[in-house]
C-alpha cells in the first residue's frame, strides 16, 4: 500500500499555534481522502517551529467504482420526460437504460450508471490547493508581490516550499503534481536555519526524510523535542546541586521555539531572591521563556540558576548565550523587585484616599488597604452597566457576611476579607502579572498582619476555577468565593447578558460550576432563591431605594400630617421600603428562576460526571429547588434505591399507575378528591390504602428529616400492595363511583413517591 508524505515549510510558525495546526491540517487531509473514496491506515501528524508535516500510511491506490442506479419515468411517458432523464442520466439514447417491473407501477426506465474511481494523486492533486488556501489558522498574513491581489494565498508566515511524494515502500515515490500561487509542490525540503549546510535536502518517503532532517539539526517530533529538552534540564541542574522547577505549560512552548533544542544554564544576583518565588519565577518564564530551580528536597526556595534552551549549538558551548539571557533576566527582576518594594510602601496620592476609607473602614497606614482605597477613589469600572470595582466590592462584602452566617464562618472576618479581595488588582506586580491577583494579596495580606483566614480567602476567592481546580475549606474562603460568583450571576442575568451556545465572555458557566462544587463539597445546605434576591436588590439600590428617596418619601408624609415624629419618619420609610422590595420581588422572579434553571443545568454536567444517570437527576429536579446538596443526596438515595429489586418494580408499577391516570384526565375522567375506603370491595384495594397512608407518613418524616434513603425505603414497602393492586383490580370498574375512588388511590401512590422523585421521568 502507498504511503504519503507531507511537508509544508514557512517562516516561524508561532509556538502556541503549532500543535492545534498539525492537528488540523491531519484531519482535513484525511477527510478529504475518505470523503474521495480512499482509505488509509494510519497517520502520524509532526510540527516544527517552521514545518507541518503528515505521514499517512497504507493509502489506497485508487478510489472505487461508484455503481448508482436512477430511477427514471415509465415506459409510457411522454418524450419530453423522457429526454429530461436522458440528459440528467447522462445518456444519449433510451436504448442505454433498462426497463425494470413494478407489479404496481408497471414498467419503468432504470439507468445503471458507473463512476470510474481516480488514482489517488489526482485527488491529491486537486484537493491540496484547497485546503492550503483555507487553512484555519487563527491569524494569516500576505506576502510577496502576489499580496497585492484579491485572493492571494495567505499563511501564519510565508509559506516557503511544499513537498508532496507518494508511492509504495517498494518502488520509487512520485511527486503530486500541484501549484498554488507560484510555489510548486516537489521531494526538497530544507534543514536548521543555522546548523545545517543550507544545501536543499531529496526526501522520497518519511523515514528517510526523518533520518535526513536529524542530520540537518532538525528534531520532527514535538514530544521527543519535550523529552530532550526536560531530561538535559534535569540533568545540568542536578549537575549543580539543584533540581528542575517543572512546568508543562513552558516545556509545551519552548518545544515549539526550537528544531534543535541545546540547554544551558544562566544566572542571576542572589538579591533579587528577596523577591516571592513565584514573581521570580513569572518574571523569567514570561519574559525569557526560561526554567527555575530550586535547592533539592527545598521545595519553596528557588536558586539564582535558571534554564534556558537554545536553538544553536555555539562554538563556546554556550556561555555567551547563557550571559546575554542573565543580562535581561537581571534586567526583569530588577523590574520586579522595584514593583515589590514599591507595593509595600505608601501610596503618593493618600490625601484623595479619606472617603474611601471611611466608606469600607479601612486603616490607610496598611499598603493593602491603601490599595483598596484606590480602587474605589479611581471609579474602575467592573462593567458598564453593573458599576465599579468599588460598588462591587460592596455588594460582595454585604453578601459574603449574610453567607457567613448560614455556614458557621465569622462575620467579621468574611467582611474584612471582602473588602481586601481585590486591592491587589492596584499593585504593581499585579499591574505586571495580572495571573498573581489573589496570591500576592494574600501576601500583603500576612505582611501587613491580617488574620490568616483573611489572607486565605483574598487567595482563594477565585477558586474552584474549573472542575479540576481544588476547593476551598477555610469557612471565610468559602463565604467569600460563593459571593463573589453569586454576585457576578446575579448581576449579569440582570442585565441580560447570559451565555449564549458556545459563547461564554465572562465565564458564567465555570462560576457556577464553582458554586455547585462551594456547596457539594462540604455540604451546604443553602437556599440560593433567597441570595440570588438579596443581590439582585443590592444591584438595584442605587437607582431605586437610595437612603434620600426613603427620606423624602417620610418627610413628605410627615408634612402632610400622616405621620409625627422621628418614629413615625422611622416608620415610613420602613414601609417604603418594604413596597419597593415587593416590587423588585414580583419584578426578579422570572430572571432569577431562569438563574436558578442555569444552575440546574450545570449541576446536571456535574452529577453525569460523576456518574449518575440523567434521566435520575431530571426525576428529582423541579423548578423552584433551590438547595443543591439536598437535590445531590436525592439522587445518590435514588441510584441506590433503583439498584434494588423492590425499586425497580416500584417504579415499572408507579409508572404504570401514572400512565392510567394520564390517560384518564386526558379523557376528562372523573377522578375523587379522596380516596373513600367505603368504596373498597377488594382486599388489594384495602391493603394498597393502608401501605399508601404508612409510606406516605414515614416518607414525609424522612424527607423532613432529609433522610432520603429513609424515604425510599418507605416508599419501597409499596412494592408488593402496587403489584397485588393491578394483578387482581380492573380500575376502569363499570361503575362510575368505585372507578373514580380507585383512580384517587392512584393518585394517592403518584403523590407519595413524588415527594421523593418523579418516576415517570425514570428511564426502564
Not at 329 to 336: E, K, Q, Y
Not at 449 to 467: C, D, L, M, T
Not at 567 to 592: C, H, M, W, Y
Amino acid at each position: 500500500m502507498p504511503d504519503l508524505l507531507l511537508e509544508l515549510r514557512s517562516e516561524e510558525i508561532p509556538a502556541r499555534m503549532q500543535r492545534k495546526a498539525a492537528g488540523d491540517l491531519k484531519k482535513l487531509v484525511t477527510d478529504a481522502l475518505v470523503e474521495a473514496g480512499l482509505t488509509y491506515e494510519a497517520a502520524g501528524d509532526y510540527w516544527t517551529p517552521r514545518r507541518l508535516t503528515l505521514d499517512i500510511r497504507g493509502l489506497t491506490a485508487r478510489s472505487k467504482d461508484v455503481h448508482e442506479d436512477r430511477k427514471g419515468p415509465s415506459v409510457n411517458a411522454p418524450e419530453q420526460a423522457i429526454a429530461g432523464f436522458l440528459r440528467s442520466a447522462g445518456l444519449n439514447d433510451i436504448s442505454e437504460a433498462h426497463v425494470h417491473t413494478d407489479p404496481k407501477k408497471g414498467d419503468f426506465y432504470v439507468a445503471h450508471l458507473t463512476k470510474p474511481g481516480r488514482g489517488a494523486e489526482e485527488i491529491i492533486a486537486e484537493l491540496m490547493p484547497k485546503i492550503i488556501r483555507e487553512f484555519p489558522w487563527p491569524k494569516s498574513m500576505r506576502w510577496g508581490a502576489a499580496s497585492s491581489k484579491s485572493g492571494s494565498l495567505r499563511w501564519v508566515r510565508p509559506l516557503q516550499s511544499i513537498v508532496c511524494t507518494f508511492g509504495p515502500e517498494t518502488e520509487e515515490p512520485v511527486v503530486v503534481d500541484f501549484e498554488i500561487d507560484g510555489l510548486k509542490a516537489g521531494n526538497v525540503t530544507y534543514g536548521h536555519r543555522f546548523l545545517s549546510d543550507g544545501k536543499p535536502i531529496t526526501v522520497r518517503r518519511f523515514d528517510d526524510y526523518v533520518a535526513k532532517l536529524e542530520k540537518a539539526k532538525v528534531v520532527l517530533d514535538a514530544d521527543r523535542r519535550k523529552e530532550i529538552i526536560l531530561s538535559d534540564a534535569q540533568n545540568i541542574a542536578f549537575a549543580s546541586g539543584l533540581e528542575l522547577v517543572e512546568d508543562e505549560a513552558l516545556l509545551e512552548e519552548v518545544s515549539g521555539l526550537v528544531e534543535w533544542p541545546v540547554v544551558l544554564m544562566g544566572e542571576f544576583e542572589e538579591e533579587f531572591l528577596a523577591i516571592p518565588p513565584e514573581v521570580i519565577r513569572l518574571t523569567i518564564k514570561t519574559n525569557q521563556k526560561c526554567f527555575v530551580t530550586r535547592k533539592q528536597g527545598e521545595a519553596d526556595k528557588l536558586s539564582n540558576k535558571f534554564i534556558l534552551v537554545s536553538n544553536i549549538e555555539a562554538t563556546d558551548g554556550g556561555r555567551e548565550i547563557a550571559h546575554g539571557n542573565g543580562k535581561v533576566v537581571r534586567a526583569r527582576l530588577s523590574d520586579a523587585l522595584y514593583f515589590w518594594n514599591t507595593d509595600q510602601h505608601d501610596l503618593p496620592d493618600m490625601h484623595t484616599l479619606a472617603p474611601a476609607a471611611i466608606k469600607f473602614d479601612l486603616d490607610l497606614s496598611k499598603p493593602l488597604d491603601q490599595r483598596m482605597a484606590r480602587l474605589d477613589a479611581l471609579n474602575v469600572t467592573f462593567h458598564a452597566k453593573l458599576g465599579t470595582q468599588g460598588e462591587r466590592v460592596t455588594r460582595i462584602k454585604n453578601l459574603a457576611r449574610a453567607l457567613a452566617i448560614r455556614i458557621g464562618a465569622d462575620p467579621v472576618l468574611a467582611s474584612r476579607a471582602s473588602v481586601l479581595a481585590k486591592a491587589d488588582l492596584t499593585t504593581e506586580i499585579v499591574g505586571e502579572f495580572p495571573e498573581l491577583q489573589g496570591g500576592m494579596g494574600r501576601k500583603y495580606a500576612l505582611l501587613q498582619n491580617e488574620h490568616p483566614s483573611v489572607a486565605a480567602a483574598i487567595e482563594e476567592h477565585y477558586k474552584p476555577q474549573g472542575p479540576s481546580d481544588f476547593v476551598p475549606s477555610d469557612l471565610v474562603s468559602v463565604a467569600v468565593a460563593l459571593a463573589d460568583k453569586l454576585d457576578t450571576l446575579v448581576g449579569f442575568w440582570a442585565i441580560d447578558e447570559k451565555p449564549t451556545g458556545s459563547k461564554d465572555p465572562f465565564a458564567l458557566r465555570r462560576s457556577a460550576l464553582g458554586v455547585i462544587r462551594l456547596l457539594l463539597s462540604s455540604d451546604w445546605k443553602i437556599e440560593l432563591l433567597p441570595i440570588f434576591q438579596d443581590a439582585f436588590i443590592q444591584l438595584r439600590e442605587e437607582k431605586i431605594e437610595q437612603r434620600i428617596e426613603h427620606f423624602e418619601e417620610a418627610q413628605a408624609a410627615q408634612n402632610s400630617g400622616d405621620v409625627d415624629g422621628e418614629e413615625d419618619v422611622t416608620n415610613a420609610i420602613s414601609g417604603f421600603e418594604k413596597r419597593i422590595r415587593g416590587q423588585l420581588s414580583e419584578r426578579s422572579q422570572p430572571i432569577l428562576l431562569d438563574l436558578l434553571a442555569f444552575f440546574h443545568d450545570r449541576l446536571k454536567v456535574h452529577l453525569r460526571d460523576l456518574g449518575a444517570r440523567h434521566d435520575l437527576i431530571d426525576s428529582v429536579l423541579k423548578p423552584d429547588a433551590d438547595n443543591l446538596l439536598l437535590i445531590a443526596r436525592r439522587v445518590e438515595a435514588l441510584v441506590v434505591f433503583l439498584n434494588t429489586e423492590d425499586g425497580k418494580n416500584l417504579v415499572a408499577g408507579t409508572k404504570r399507575a401514572a400512565n392510567i391516570l394520564s390517560a384518564e384526565e386526558k379523557k376528562g375522567t372523573a377522578i375523587s378528591d379522596m380516596v373513600n375506603p367505603d368504596l373498597f370491595n377488594d382486599d388489594a384495594e384495602k391493603n394498597l390504602y393502608v401501605a399508601v397512608n404508612q409510606a406516605e407518613s414515614q416518607a414525609a418524616q424522612a424527607i423532613q428529616k432529609e433522610d432520603f434513603s429513609g424515604a425510599m425505603i418507605a416508599l419501597s414497602a409499596l412494592r408488593e400492595p402496587v403489584d397485588s393492586f393491578f394483578e387482581k383490580v380492573l380500575v376502569n370498574d363499570d361503575n362510575a363511583d368505585i372507578r373514580a375512588n380507585r383512580l384517587a388511590l392512584l393518585s394517592r401512590i403518584r403523590a407519595a413517591t413524588d415527594a421523593v422523585a418523579d418516576f415517570s421521568k425514570i428511564v426502564g
